[in-house]
């Protein structure tokens, strides 16, 4: 192929800190307001806050409300035998939710981003062998998952991620090999009994990797007691158990905790969420001198009347940072031949980070002329031998070729979700 090798090289993410060290860089964190009694305050200014990084004041540098912000929504439901009753209506409810939260105004890169992930919080149970997930891949109308950093929503849903894991693999997951590689704001709604047998990673674990990610986890408890032994105490316990891990995921991450009963149905929940997740505030400082490892942080407000929710900390990483993958979020035009300039948008598509473009059919290889290169933009013209290849049965017309962007140490990043069609 094009790489020096011969070989096609994809791409490996690889674990990248959420704040990388140094007092030139910001740390950005995200912070939730609520009056005492309650209710949203989302008309505050960078004067209204403090923050405190190991007991010392920070300087607040900027202030963006999530309303101003895209967002990057992961979406955890529970498919364990816990919830296997009640898993029809908690479909129906997520794909109302999405349709109505994710806002696709403006131009791509402005418009929010999202994936679901069904996994087993029981991973050793075995689903029915007639269970279909079907019918929820088409209510949440959700594409294949095709690259790991393009998490472009179509609405009301965006990629669909199946994982054999329990509660806290999952969580893991989702926040290291997705979220992480995400921008703006980024939130994670757990749907769940809270309870986990069978994960790797342990809870300490799942926290530590929604912090790395800069991610605020919303962990909705939704206990079937119908699919637990019919007592009382043992109902309670494992009610409290699962509550517990979910209160403590939430409250460390600076997200809430909610809980689905006969008062507050899901639908109410996603409801309020729906608000929760465009009303806060993203604070960004500039830390002290870096000491590598877990940094505890403290949000206030100066009115005694509020109260603020924020995360706990961060993690400051020693050495250089590895640069971010190039990401590609749009492409124009989507039809084209030969010699015709293209204009794929993104980030992370400077010179220091992309240095060739080719297009591919999986089997041939052309590089594509650059003509304009900034870290947002990439415009290049289709070659001129990029023309349509022997029509075979069951090939779609017209001929599709694949995106491809080299990356400065040569590994290719292969972009299946943006393809420039020829005939």
């Not at 607040?60 to 999530?66: A, Q, T, W």
């Not at 989702?174 to 939130?187: I, T």
């Not at 029509?391 to 017309?397: E, K, N, S, Y």
Request: charged content about 25%.
């Amino acid at each position: 192929m094009v790489a020096a090798s011969g070989v096609l090289r994809r791409a490996e993410v690889g674990a990248q800190e959420s704040i990388p060290p140094g007092s030139e860089r910001l740390v950005t964190v995200h912070v939730g307001v609520r009056s005492r009694s309650g209710a949203i305050e989302s008309d505050l200014g960078t004067a209204d806050f403090l923050i405190d990084e190991s007991d010392r004041r920070q300087t607040i540098r900027s202030l963006v409300r999530d309303a101003d912000t895209p967002m990057a929504l992961g979406l955890l439901m529970d498919i364990g035998a816990s919830e296997r009753r009640v898993f029809d209506r908690v479909h129906e409810a997520s794909y109302g939710f999405l349709g109505r939260v994710l806002r696709r105004e403006g131009r791509l890169e402005q418009q929010d981003r999202a994936f679901v992930m069904l996994f087993d919080s029981q991973k050793e149970s075995r689903r029915p062998p007639d269970r279909d997930l079907r019918p929820l891949e088409g209510a949440l109308r959700i594409e294949p998952l095709v690259e790991r950093r393009n998490l472009v929503a179509t609405p009301p849903g965006g990629v669909l991620i199946r994982a054999n894991e329990a509660l806290y693999d999952a969580v893991v997951r989702a926040c290291g090999q997705y979220l992480k590689w995400e921008g703006g704001r980024k939130a994670c709604l757990l749907v769940s009994d809270g309870i986990d047998y069978g994960s790797e990673s342990t809870l300490e674990a799942a926290i530590e990797s929604a912090q790395r990610a800069d991610t605020t986890i919303y962990a909705i408890q939704n206990f079937d007691s119908g699919s637990y032994a019919p007592t009382r105490i043992s109902l309670r316990y494992w009610r409290q158990i699962g509550g517990l891990a979910l209160r403590q995921m939430s409250r460390e991450t600076g997200g809430a905790y909610l809980e689905v009963s006969e008062e507050q149905t899901l639908e109410t929940i996603y409801g309020a969420m729906e608000e929760e997740l465009r009303s806060g505030y993203n604070l960004a400082y500039t830390p002290g001198p870096f000491v590598p490892g877990y940094r505890r942080i403290h949000v206030g407000v100066k009115r005694p009347d509020l109260l603020a929710r924020s995360r706990e900390g961060y993690y400051a990483t020693s050495g250089v940072d590895p640069a971010l993958p190039p990401r590609i979020t749009a492409v124009d035009p989507v039809t084209a031949t030969g010699g015709d300039l293209v204009t794929a948008r993104g980030n992370e598509l400077g010179r220091s980070n992309v240095r060739a473009v080719y297009l591919t059919d999986g089997v041939r290889s052309f590089p594509a002329a650059l003509v304009a290169q900034t870290a947002t933009a990439l415009q290049f013209k289709v070659p001129e031998e990029a023309v349509a290849g022997a029509w075979t049965v069951g090939r779609r017309r017209p001929f599709e070729w694949t995106l491809m962007l080299e990356a400065a140490d040569g590994t290719l990043f292969s972009y299946t979700a943006f393809t420039i069609a020829t005939d």
